[in-house]
């Protein structure tokens, strides 16, 4: 099964962080620390894949992706396939850029709760349901659709980005 | 400038409604903050905003989504939140579908399973599961799989199951998954619905019967045997997606609903697992998956790595070995990282069903050891650990020990370590390298080995290479001497590892007279000044020094004392631990002694023979018959003294002049001690044994002192005992001469916790606990060393071959009967790369009878011919492999050219080229360019821009 999926920035800040076994705060936080340790020793050009046995128990490994500001994390047993986790990453990545158009990483804060729904509609409980970013896609508007219908008012913004283009 | 920017602020908190103004301010505020202590102070700040508007009475519920948002972002960063768990339940209450979300997302971030609030949330759900909107489901569904607990499953249980018919694919998806979290936190609560996930196997939506694959593998993996009937239909199912028979949407990057696929080939792995005929269902479609799965795309590749993984596990059939060889060595091939990690799992898998498969990737695998990817090298080692043989062992460990010095991570070392120790055990080709290798472990990572390692170690250099052979242990023993002299010199040395250095020091460091004893003893008194904060060395150290002083005094000469040692030995007999302490004075009385009676104490090299000890004490009937005929009472055994014997022991007291018709068990009669005087009367008096009594004649010491400190000194050896095992055999000896000299040891007041505590110290080298399991792995060790076969050996060299080779270039430190035979096999790969044009004529198998350095000149006209009899099946299996002496180094740099001329093979489609290797490249002249980005994204909150920081855009422009 999937243990977590984080998102942590170059600078070793936590941006997202879920985890499909309850982790007390503290150990959320040592988990960052260390997996920002493994991430940001290694060199560009390596594979995506850490062995997080220390952190997560045995067995358990990271695949992670760098992208522009961001490390993209998913932490997994055995279980599952790692270059398949790295597509896995591929489609979150995918269909949060689709939903927040053009994602940059103050998308990513200002909007986790909506990362979170996006993230529930492709993994519950620690599997995959859903790969396909349009499915995926498709279910998160339709939440976002029945939440407008019942508030006349966005109470935050769906991309700040996207406001800021205007 | 200023006003700019404050203008920017003001239309950019305009543009987020007003209600986000502080929580952006925070963002923003914290993306600025320069240290972690600036940030902890503005969270903390934020804490405390939060608890008071939180405290304020009617909040409006818009006003609560932010805040509890707020405290999840807080609570994020590391600070405690708990003040507002309550409010998040509540919210989840909340009709409103947006806010009810927002409760369920922000409870289940705060809260575990088993928090008191969670029952308050229980009724919400169960109200949720029923509702007719499909959203607030699967809301209710997703906060299910988070937050329900073994006790509370059986309330949502029922509905749960209900909502596997629901009419919307997504909600059964998520129902499967929740009856699947059910199962994982509480098999025996949804024991009796586990058909239902049969049942979804054949949902009409293929999304809905992929989600059921997750848990099916979990049952899978526990029982096998009863699901064996699915195997034609999962095999059923991934024919028709292999076939592309699902709808596109299921598509991913051209392949047919991939990930559903790995979840089948992982199932069908376990069910094929040892069982033939479910396997032959298996053969046609992996047949075909692989050959129609596209290599060059990631998923593909995913896909392939699982049907290879799928192949090793069942029942192998020839042909799909051949096609998951050939997708493994394309991996190992391929440049990509990724795609190398995948090669080199596979092969630990392939390997286990044929070793022979290894040989023809040698290169691959030395070059991912010399990758700078950490992963990658973790990986190769696990690789090399399972394939180590006798042959290769000392290759393998030399690497891994270099590995281990280059690393930090405590956890690998100590894992590094251990599985350096575990191969040496068992595959060490001799004993000499044996402890040149443990003695680079302690050195480098002495902390992290168990103990029990120390104490084989000893015993090996104590017990020597075997029965016969007293030459090569002398030789052994002065060469562990040697290093271990050489290495008192390092800096800051493992206290483990100078336990063993002080015991091997004492035990055989004056042994063939090439050191002197005054010069081990300043070397060991340096050792205990060194690390005087470290008892258990000190004590070492000590008892060593003791060793050698009783040596030289038995051989009689004389020993000169040294200052330092005086010093030492005053310093430890005052010190607080009792066990220091005792063996000061051992030492100190031991001097005193004549020499004879110290060779009887302390014979040298010894720490092998068993003690004998005569429980009876027949020294001492004489005595003891004495003193009955003056009228003493006979000892009288625990087990008669207990009731259950007491006929017995009334019939053997009869003599005795009491009343023995109540006979008790408590009938000690102590206040009878202080009316006698005579030794006889002192006898009869302590009924409870006798020999206490007689010893304390025998020595008219004090025996208040010595009872003290035999107290003393009890628990202490107990709770030592693992600790210094080895050393207890060096008192112990002592410890039976204090018998015959009959010492306070039996005047202990318990006389069975005495004979207990000698009968576990009896095997006289102390190593109690460990002698055993180190027998085992020595007698193994024994058996398999002959026992090697010559394919092996010759499988094992040539699959090294080439790092030998390598060393002996580059370093030239090997010794030269190591290097040889690997160097000759070292062409093993080249024929089968590269040099399929050259077709060899298969040699007469004597070629390679490399025992002979005549056969050399042969080897260098051809040194295919003899490959060819390497790799050729069974050919030579009658070939002695004995590692010749010397084989032309012609062959090898020859071969090694052939090696690097070899132009280097590239997949033509490299995997997903189009994403990984272009953020591969643009990331490192980007990094500036992205961190600028970054910048500017976080002056959005402060000054808009026309354009978007568009972060991801090298991902996807």
């Known amino acids: ?166 | 400038m200023e006003q700019l920017k404050s203008f920017g602020r003001e239309l950019a908190m305009g543009s987020q409604g007003g209600s986000s103004k502080e929580f952006l301010d925070l963002v923003k505020s914290i993306g600025e903050a320069r240290s972690k202590s600036e940030e902890d102070r503005i969270i903390l700040r934020e804490l405390e905003t939060l608890r008071r508007r939180l405290s304020e009475p009617d909040i409006p519920r818009r006003k609560m989504k932010e805040y509890l948002l707020r405290l999840a972002y807080a609570e994020m960063l590391g600070h405690d939140a708990s003040f507002g768990y309550i409010h998040a339940v509540k919210m989840a209450h909340d009709d409103n579908i947006l806010l009810k979300r927002t409760g369920y997302l922000t409870v289940a971030l705060f809260l575990d399973e088993g928090h008191d609030l969670i029952i308050l949330i229980v009724n919400t759900i169960q109200k949720d599961l029923r509702s007719d909107n499909y959203l607030v489901v699967s809301a209710a569904l997703v906060a299910v799989c988070k937050l329900i607990s073994e006790e509370t499953i059986p309330a949502v249980l029922p509905q749960v199951v209900e909502l596997l018919g629901h009419p919307k694919e997504a909600v059964r998806k998520k129902a499967v998954m929740a009856l699947h979290r059910f199962y994982q936190r509480s098999p025996s609560s949804v024991s009796h619905l586990i058909s239902n996930f049969r049942k979804r196997l054949c949902d009409n939506d293929p999304g809905v019967m992929g989600a059921t694959l997750c848990p099916l593998f979990d049952l899978i993996l526990e029982d096998a045997n009863s699901y064996k009937d699915l195997v034609v239909s999962l095999v059923g199912i991934l024919k028709q997606i292999a076939e592309k028979r699902l709808p596109t949407t299921y598509d991913y990057h051209h392949m047919p609903a991939p990930f559903i696929q790995i979840k089948l080939l992982k199932i069908l792995a376990l069910l094929g697992s040892g069982d033939k005929q479910a396997s032959n269902h298996m053969y046609t479609v992996l047949t075909e998956i692989f050959r129609k799965c596209d290599s060059s795309s990631n998923i593909g590749n995913a896909i392939i790595y699982e049907c290879v993984c799928c192949v090793s596990s069942i029942y192998p059939n020839s042909k799909l070995l051949d096609a998951a060889i050939e997708a493994t060595s394309k991996f190992l091939k391929s440049e990509s990282h990724n795609l190398k990690y995948m090669g080199i799992d596979a092969l630990g898998r392939l390997i286990r069903i044929n070793p022979d498969i290894a040989e023809e990737h040698q290169l691959a695998v030395i070059d991912c050891l010399e990758d700078p990817d950490d992963t990658l090298k973790w990986k190769t080692f696990e690789l090399l650990y399972k394939m180590t043989k006798s042959t290769n062992v000392e290759v393998i460990v030399d690497r891994m020990i270099d590995y281990m010095i280059n690393i930090t991570d405590s956890h690998y070392k100590t894992e590094i370590a251990s599985r350096c120790v575990e191969l040496a055990e068992q595959f060490a080709p001799s004993n000499q390298w044996f402890i040149q290798t443990m003695n680079k472990v302690f050195e480098h990572a002495g902390d992290l080995v168990n103990p029990r390692v120390a104490h084989n170690l000893m015993r090996l250099i104590a017990e020597g290479f075997g029965e016969d052979d007293e030459g090569a242990d002398t030789q052994l023993r002065s060469s562990a001497v040697d290093s271990y002299l050489r290495i008192l010199g390092e800096p800051k040395l493992p206290s483990l590892f100078l336990q063993v250095i002080c015991w091997v020091l004492g035990e055989y460091g004056t042994a063939d007279g090439k050191y002197s004893a005054s010069y081990i003893i300043s070397k060991l008194c340096d050792v205990a000044e060194a690390h005087s904060s470290d008892d258990t060395v000190k004590a070492y150290a000590v008892s060593a020094i003791m060793k050698i002083f009783a040596f030289e005094l038995a051989a009689g000469r004389k020993v000169e004392m040294l200052p330092e040692c005086q010093t030492l030995i005053d310093e430890v007999s005052a010190s607080h631990s009792t066990d220091l302490q005792q063996r000061a004075y051992e030492f100190q009385a031991l001097l005193g002694l004549s020499p004879q009676t110290i060779e009887n104490v302390m014979p040298p090299d010894a720490s092998c023979e068993d003690i004998e000890i005569d429980k009876s004490l027949p020294f001492l009937s004489n005595y003891i018959n004495q003193a009955i005929e003056n009228g003493a009472r006979p000892y009288i055994s625990e087990s008669e003294r207990s009731g259950t014997a007491s006929t017995i022991a009334v019939a053997s007291a009869s003599q005795y002049q009491h009343d023995t018709s109540s006979v008790h068990s408590l009938k000690f009669e102590a206040y009878d001690l202080p009316k006698p005087r005579g030794p006889a009367p002192s006898i009869q008096s302590s009924s409870m044994s006798s020999l206490p009594t007689i010893s304390s004649d025998l020595v008219p010491v004090s025996e208040a002192t010595y009872t003290t400190r035999e107290e003393q000194q009890n628990p202490k050896v107990q709770t030592l005992a693992d600790q210094i095992s080895a050393e207890i055999g060096v008192r112990l000896r002592l410890d039976g001469v204090q018998k015959k000299w009959g010492r306070q040891t039996y005047s202990s007041p318990s006389a069975p916790s005495t004979s207990s505590s000698s009968s576990t110290q009896k095997p006289s080298n102390g190593m109690v606990t460990s002698e055993t399991i180190r027998e085992n792995t020595l007698d193994s060790r024994k058996q398999q060393i002959p026992e090697v076969s010559a394919e092996k050996q010759r499988l094992a060299a040539s699959l090294f071959g080439k790092k030998a080779a390598e060393k002996k270039t580059q370093a030239g430190t090997r010794r030269p009967v190591k290097e040889i035979q690997p160097a000759v096999a070292t062409s093993a790969p080249e024929p089968l790369k590269e040099d399929k044009v050259i077709v060899p004529a298969v040699p007469p198998p004597d070629l390679l009878d490399l025992g002979e350095p005549s056969e050399t000149a042969t080897q260098t006209i051809d040194p295919f011919k003899q490959l060819e009899g390497l790799l050729g099946p069974g050919a030579g299996s009658d070939v002695a492999s004995g590692p010749g002496p010397s084989v032309s180094a012609v062959t090898t740099t020859d071969l090694m050219s052939l090696a690097t001329d070899m132009p280097p093979i590239i997949d033509s489609k490299s995997s997903d080229k189009g994403l990984i290797s272009s953020t591969m490249t643009k990331k490192g002249p980007n990094v500036k360019d992205a961190l600028q980005k970054d910048a500017t994204a976080r002056q959005v909150g402060v000054t808009p821009t026309s354009n978007n920081p568009n972060l991801f855009k090298d991902l996807f422009g």
């Open chain 1, 1 to 166: 099964m999937i243990r977590a999926v984080m998102v942590i920035s170059t600078q070793g800040k936590p941006r997202l962080l879920k985890f499909y076994q309850f982790q007390p705060p503290e150990k959320q936080q040592e988990i960052v620390r260390y997996v920002y340790a493994a991430l940001s020793g290694r060199p560009d050009n390596v594979s995506n894949f850490v062995d997080a046995d220390s952190i997560f128990g045995p067995a358990t490994r990271l695949v992670y992706k760098h992208m522009a500001t961001l490390y993209i994390v998913f932490a997994f047993d055995s279980s599952e396939n790692e270059l398949a986790m790295l597509d896995l990453i591929q489609v979150f990545v995918q269909t949060l850029d689709k939903c927040f158009k053009n994602v940059c990483e103050l998308d990513i804060i200002f909007n986790f709760n909506k990362l979170h729904t996006v993230l529930d509609e492709m993994i519950l409980g620690g599997q995959v349901i859903e790969t396909n970013c349009d499915q995926i896609l498709k279910h998160v508007d339709d939440i976002a659709r029945i939440e407008k219908s019942s508030s006349t008012k966005s109470l935050m913004p769906k991309s700040i980005s996207s406001r800021f283009g205007q």
